[in-house]
């Protein structure tokens, strides 16, 4: 090759190579940390390799899913906290994961930005980490993206892949009838969806994201990026216990939308409004934006993180083992005959 003066390099166009093994290096601790029973190698290969057989499976199925932290990652960035964007970022996979009846296994995440910064973005990963043990699985491997020109100075984006197992015969749904019981696991606030819908409300409400915050202690950017539950752990013994028959994740599309996705045909789901009280965030929400009741129900998970359908004769039980984990359970309501599965309202928000 001809040596020219005007000669580019890869920094020159704005990729740092080194920096990216920097973070490589920096994170691995991190990886390190969510090791369990099934892992084969640490970062570095081409691919993530993972013994099934190592990790107690006999007969398994595999369970995959993928999601992203939305616009919550807006706040993240335009704040600086950036430590717990990373279990919303496992959460999100993690609890449809479980909805299947599966175990988490391992995970893969994609950091995706205009100019890497090691820092900032380690403390996204070691987030991702501390969600990976929180759910018991390994971080395995992932993918760091530096593209200059397709992002503004100082944005990033973020996807996970989470792949989890059950053995052949166990999967969930199972079908459910009238009669069976509808259990909810309370949310630690508005998880990870609907963030858009949050932003216009702030800015409806004339805030900055350092304004104290109207519904809770601290200021409002933090109080809104409280991380998504994992409801992993307590799910998986519950469902071992005996008397679980489906589960549904309480994301986009709220109570009103999820819930149906695991009913049987000619089932429906009647909820008493009235068997929780609308966490303050919520009601904040719900007057500074206006939010018609129906809207809010369809948008944003007003306080149940995921519910847990159970035969009737094992409600009493199953509630008790989810609030022995720490869980806080409402019974929210039961299943009745209905020409399609879709959810009845009675009563209102409290």
């Known amino acids: 090759m001809t040596d020219r003066p005007d000669r580019l390099t890869y ?30 190698a640490g970062l570095g290969g081409f691919g993530g390799l993972f013994d099934l057989k190592g990790a107690g499976f ?14 919550k990652l807006r706040i993240a960035i335009d704040t600086g906290l950036l430590d717990t964007v990373g279990i919303d970022l496992v959460a999100m996979c993690v609890n449809d994961l479980v ?11 994609y ?7 090691v820092d900032e973005a380690a403390r996204v990963i070691e987030g991702i980490a501390a969600g990976c043990r929180e759910a ?13 020109g397709m992002y503004a100075k100082g944005d990033f984006d973020l996807a996970g892949f989470a792949v989890g197992a059950a053995e052949r015969g166990t999967l969930l749904p199972a079908p459910t009838a009238p009669g069976d019981v509808l259990l909810g696991l309370g949310s630690s606030g508005v998880h990870s969806n609907g963030y858009s819908l949050v932003r216009k409300a702030v800015e409806r409400a004339g805030l900055g994201w ?9 200021d409002l950017g933090a109080a809104l990026l409280a991380p998504t539950r994992i409801y992993v752990r307590p799910l998986l013994a519950a469902i071992r216990a005996g008397g679980v028959k489906a589960l549904a994740h309480i ?16 089932v429906a789901a009647r909820i008493d409004l009235r068997a929780w009280t609308l966490p303050p965030v919520f009601r904040w929400l719900a007057d500074t934006a206006g939010l018609e009741q129906a809207e809010l129900l369809r948008t944003f998970n007003a306080g149940i993180g995921m519910v847990v359908v159970v035969e009737a004769a094992r409600a009493e039980a199953i509630a008790a083992l989810l609030a022995e984990a720490g869980e806080t359970v409402h019974r929210i309501g039961h299943l009745v005959a209905g020409e399609r599965p879709e959810v009845h309202y009675e009563g209102g928000l409290a």
Request: net charge negative; with cysteine.
């Open 251 to 266: 994301t986009g599309g709220g109570l009103t939308e999820n819930l149906p996705r695991v009913l049987s045909d000619g």
């Open 58 to 71: 006999d007969d398994p199925v595999l369970v995959a899913a993928t999601d992203g932290v939305g616009t």
């Open 111 to 117: 950091f995706a930005t205009g100019k890497l910064g």
């Open 99 to 109: 909805c299947q009846g599966a175990e988490p296994l391992f995970f893969l995440d």
């Open 11 to 40: 920094a020159d166009a704005g990729v740092d190579i080194d920096a990216g093994n920097t973070l490589v290096d920096r994170i691995k601790p991190a990886a390190k940390s969510t090791d369990r029973a099934g892992v084969m």
């Open 210 to 218: 350092d304004a104290p915050c109207p519904f809770a202690e601290g």
């Open 136 to 148: 018991g699985a390994a971080l395995i491997g992932g993918e760091t993206a530096e593209m200059p």
